[in-house]
C-alpha cells in the first residue's frame, strides 16, 4: 500500500541480499507514519536501501513519522543505507532506528541528511527534524544516539560546523577496527568531507561525516561504507547501481 513498498530482492554478484525500499508518492508528508519491521534470519546477510533521498514536504499540522526496528539474528548481516533526508522548508519529521543484533551479528546503518535544498538555498528551514539510533545486543547497549533540531537557522548554529550535509554511521563487525578507523578517517583526508572515526565502548565503530556538497558527501559515505564492509564485515565492494 501507499507510500511504502518493498521490492523484490535483487542479487548482484554480492553475498547480500540487496532489497529496495520505495516511497511511490515521492516524500512524506504530515500525518504520514510508516513502520518497518526487519528480520534477518540466522546466517542471512541483507542489504536495505533507498533508490534515492527521501523528501520530507512542509506541513501545516501533523508531522511525517518513520520507524524501523531490526533484528538480526547469530550468524546474520544487516546493512540499513537508504539515501540521505532533505528536509524542505517548513517541513518535521519525527525517525527511530531500533535494532537488537545477535553476539556475532553484523551491522551497518547510515543516518544521513541534508540542511535543506541546498541548490536553492533552503537551509535549516524546517520546522522539526528528529532522528534516533539505537542498537543492543545481549550484553547491552552497542550505540544510542538522539538529536532534535528546531529550524531557522542559517549556520547550523555550530552544530555541523557549517556544513549542510551530515551522518553517522555505525559499523559492527568482527574486523580490524584499528583499520578501519584509520582508513576511514584518511578517506576524509581525500575528499571535501570531513570525517572522525571512533571505537563504541562495547564493540563497534561510530562515524561522522560532514560535507559542504552533495558529491563530496555521497561519495564519502559510500568510501566509508564500503571500507566497513571489506575490513570489518569481511564482505566485497558493492555498486548498487543506481544510477
Not at 53 to 79: F, L, N, P
Request: hydrophobic share 45%; aromatic share 6%; charged share 20%.
Amino acid at each position: 500500500m501507499l507510500p511504502l513498498q518493498v521490492l523484490a530482492p535483487v542479487a548482484l554478484d554480492d553475498p547480500a541480499a540487496i532489497v529496495s525500499i520505495l516511497n511511490p508518492t515521492g516524500g512524506l508528508v504530515g500525518g504520514d507514519r510508516l513502520d518497518i519491521t526487519i528480520d534477518v534470519g540466522e546466517g542471512a546477510h541483507a542489504c536495505l536501501t533507498t533508490p534515492s533521498a527521501t523528501k520530507v514536504y512542509r506541513t501545516i499540522g501533523a508531522m511525517a513519522e518513520q520507524h524501523a526496528r531490526v533484528t538480526v539474528a547469530a550468524g546474520a548481516t544487516c546493512e540499513w543505507v537508504p539515501e540521505h533526508t532533505i528536509p524542505f522548508p517548513a517541513s518535521a519529521l519525527r525517525q527511530t532506528f531500533v535494532a537488537e543484533i545477535a553476539t556475532d551479528a553484523k551491522l551497518i546503518v547510515v543516518d544521513g541528511f541534508a540542511a535543506g535544498r541546498i541548490a536553492r538555498d533552503e537551509r535549516w528551514q524546517f520546522q522539526y527534524l528528529e532522528s534516533t539510533v539505537s542498537i543492543r545486543d545481549p550484553a547491552g547497549w552497542l550505540f544510542h544516539d538522539r538529536f532534535v533540531l528546531h529550524g531557522g537557522w542559517r549556520d547550523g548554529c555550530g552544530l555541523t560546523e557549517n556544513q549542510p550535509y551530515f551522518a553517522t554511521m555505525i559499523v559492527i563487525g568482527a574486523g580490524d577496527t584499528a583499520a578501519f578507523i584509520r582508513e576511514a578517517t584518511e578517506a576524509g583526508h581525500r575528499s571535501e568531507a570531513k570525517v572522525a572515526a571512533a571505537p563504541l565502548p562495547h564493540r563497534g565503530v561510530g562515524v561522522r561525516v560532514l560535507a559542504r556538497h552533495a558529491p563530496g558527501f555521497i561519495s564519502t559515505l559510500e568510501t566509508v561504507w564500503m571500507l566497513g564492509r571489506q575490513i570489518l564485515l569481511s564482505a566485497p565492494a558493492l555498486t548498487l547501481r543506481k544510477s
